[in-house]
Each structure stands twice: as structure tokens, then as C-alpha cells.
């Protein structure tokens, strides 16, 4: 369970750095930042929603 509540907390910590760059208009960088940010956030939630199921191949 500590592990899902991990990464709920690195999706939230993800979103902020995301809304951090858009807010900072002064950086060129910001919009590759936020698309590599975006995806990992992508792969954080894919794994939070196939958590049961890594568990599951893991123990077998």
C-alpha cells in the first residue's frame, strides 16, 4: 500500500513542476520540460492503474 500512496505522491510532485514551467513563460526550455514532465507523468498514472496486476505477474 506505501507503494500507491509513493507514487499518488510523485504524480502530485510531477503536476506541480508541470504547473511551475507554464507559469514561468520567461524560459525557452519550459515546453520541452513540460513534455517530458507530461510523459512521466503518463507512466507514473499507467503504473498506479496497473499496480494489482504488475503485483500479481511479480509474485508468480
Known amino acids: 500500500m506505501t507503494q500507491k500512496f509513493s507514487l499518488i505522491a510523485q504524480i502530485e ?5 508541470i504547473a511551475a514551467c507554464r507559469r514561468d513563460k520567461k524560459n525557452s526550455v519550459n515546453a520541452y520540460q513540460i513534455t517530458r ?12 492503474a496497473n499496480e494489482p496486476l504488475i503485483k500479481q505477474r511479480l509474485a508468480s
Open 37 to 48: 514532465l507530461e510523459a512521466a507523468r503518463a507512466t507514473l498514472a499507467w503504473l498506479q
Open 13 to 17: 510532485a510531477v503536476d506541480q513542476q
